[in-house]
C-alpha cells in the first residue's frame, strides 16, 4: 500500500540526477521549491498539528515564494488507507492530528506562474510520511515527479 512517484528530468538526452546540475532556470527552482517545501515539512510536523494547520502553513508558503499550487481541491495529500473513501486529506476544515493516521503523502503540486516552457511546467514530489505519537520518529520516504500540463 502506498503512493510514490519520481521525478527524471533529461535535457539534451541527458539525465538530471541533481537538482542543482538542471540548466532550465524553471524546472531547477520548481524542483528546489519542492525541496524546500518538504524540508519544511519535516521542520514543522509535530504529532499534536493538525492536517488543516499544515495546509494553511504550507499553503502560505507557496504564495509567499510565489508559486502557484495547482491542486483542483487545493489540498497537499492525504493518508494512506486501504479504501479510498476512508482517506483523510491535508485540507482546510480538517482537525484531525498528522499523529491520528498512520502513514501520510504530502504531495504540493505546484507550477510556476506565467511558465515560460512551452507548456506550463508542474511539479510535484510525492513522499509518504509517519510520525510516532512523541513525534520523535519521523519517516520521509522520498519521491518525486516532474511532469509537463
Known amino acids: 500500500m502506498g503512493d510514490y512517484a519520481r521525478t527524471l528530468v533529461i535535457e539534451n538526452g541527458i539525465v538530471c540526477d541533481e537538482i542543482d546540475r538542471i540548466k532550465r532556470d524553471e524546472w531547477r527552482n520548481g524542483l528546489q521549491m519542492e525541496a524546500y517545501l518538504h524540508k ?80 506550463a511546467s508542474k511539479f510535484d514530489k510525492n513522499n509518504l510520511n509517519w510520525m510516532n505519537r512523541n513525534g520523535k520518529d519521523k519517516k520521509f520516504f522520498i519521491g518525486t515527479s516532474r511532469k509537463q500540463r
Open 40 to 119: 519544511t515539512l519535516m521542520d514543522v510536523a509535530t504529532p499534536e498539528m493538525t492536517f488543516e494547520e499544515l495546509y494553511y502553513y504550507i499553503n502560505d508558503l507557496i504564495v509567499k515564494k510565489e508559486f502557484l499550487n495547482l491542486d483542483f481541491l487545493g489540498n497537499l495529500g492525504h493518508s494512506i488507507v486501504k479504501n479510498k473513501s476512508d482517506r483523510v486529506y491535508t485540507e482546510k476544515g480538517n482537525c484531525k492530528r498528522l499523529s491520528d493516521v498512520e502513514m501520510f503523502t504530502f504531495e504540493p503540486h505546484i507550477s510556476i506562474p506565467d511558465s515560460k516552457s512551452s507548456a
